[in-house]
């Protein structure tokens, strides 16, 4: 028997690489382990249509967690099995930043649409923040008094730090602030991250805790990794989620996941 029962993926810069792909060891590894009978998952900041494409590359045979933890969706069933969402008000407070701070670009993700304000600028990086953005003026307006799921910040990678400082002392305990990527800092509702998430699914599929591997590269990938049996953080990973991880993998470049699932999962089958 495999020595864990869940297995829960992050995407960007675990398994997917720079040119939004996934290398054929990692697909693999992938397979193998759930020929084995482990169950895979993926957890991604991403919405249900920008992660699909994912879930049909990995044909992944468990329920998924997107936007961060905020939706767990069952793609087989076409059903969200779990939501929670950000209050209106904060999210107009949070888009009306974009006017103070001009090069802070807002990403709003609603019931599974993405809305920008322009779209030339991020037209060049769709396939990060999910295809196909609406290009609306009015981000609130938009939202017609209802919550949004997230809203995303796009920021230049040396002014993450100020970015995560400023809007963590903004929302305060109204809800989570994470680095998701080097040029993204998310705002996601109380309870929206990967660790509840992935705890929740666990619990959900009858999964104990000690049977669960994690593996992540970011800060908003520290919950899970932290939560897991067993959480493992990729060498390319920051600081954070590295300091919570029982073990250290190789880069995405060296296929870091795949050598994971290799040594822990398959032992030593590759």
């Known amino acids: 028997m495999p020595p864990f029962d869940l297995l829960a993926l992050d995407l960007d810069g675990t398994t997917v690489n720079h040119e939004v792909d996934v290398s054929p060891r990692v697909l693999r590894a992938v397979q193998m382990a759930m020929d084995r009978g482990v169950l895979v998952t993926i957890a991604t900041g991403r919405n249900v249509p920008s992660t699909r494409p994912f879930v049909e590359r990995f044909a992944v045979n468990a329920p998924v967690i997107c936007q961060q933890g905020g939706v767990i969706y069952d793609y087989r069933n076409e059903t969200a099995l779990r939501r929670i969402t950000l ?4 999210t107009c407070e949070l888009i009306a930043l974009e006017q103070q ?3 802070w670009r807002v990403v709003m993700y609603q019931d599974d ?3 920008v304000t322009d779209g030339e600028f991020f037209r060049h990086i769709y396939s990060l923040v999910g295809f196909d953005p609406a290009v609306v003026y009015d981000l ?3 939202l017609d008094g209802r919550d949004a799921d997230k809203v995303l910040f796009t920021v230049e ?3 993450a730090p100020r970015a995560l400082a400023h809007l963590r002392a903004l929302v305060g305990d109204r809800a989570t602030v ?7 800092v998310e705002v996601n509702p109380l309870g929206a991250d990967k660790g509840s998430a992935l705890r929740w699914l666990a619990c959900r599929l009858g999964v104990p805790r000690e049977r669960v591997m994690a593996i992540g590269d970011q800060g908003n990938d ?5 939560w897991a049996g067993f959480g493992v953080a990729m060498g390319n990973g920051n600081d954070a989620t590295k300091a919570v991880a029982d073990w250290i993998a190789p880069s995405i470049e060296e296929d870091g996941a795949a050598v994971t699932i290799e040594r822990f999962v398959l032992g ?3």
């Open 87 to 90: 209050p209106h008000a904060l």
């Open 178 to 184: 994470v680095q998701s990527h080097a040029r993204f």
């Open 101 to 103: 701070h001009p090069e």
């Open 268 to 270: 030593g089958e590759g």
């Open 157 to 159: 990678p040396d002014d």
């Open 140 to 142: 609130c307006a938009v």
């Open 113 to 115: 649409r993405i809305f």
């Open 222 to 226: 520290a919950t899970m990794v932290a």
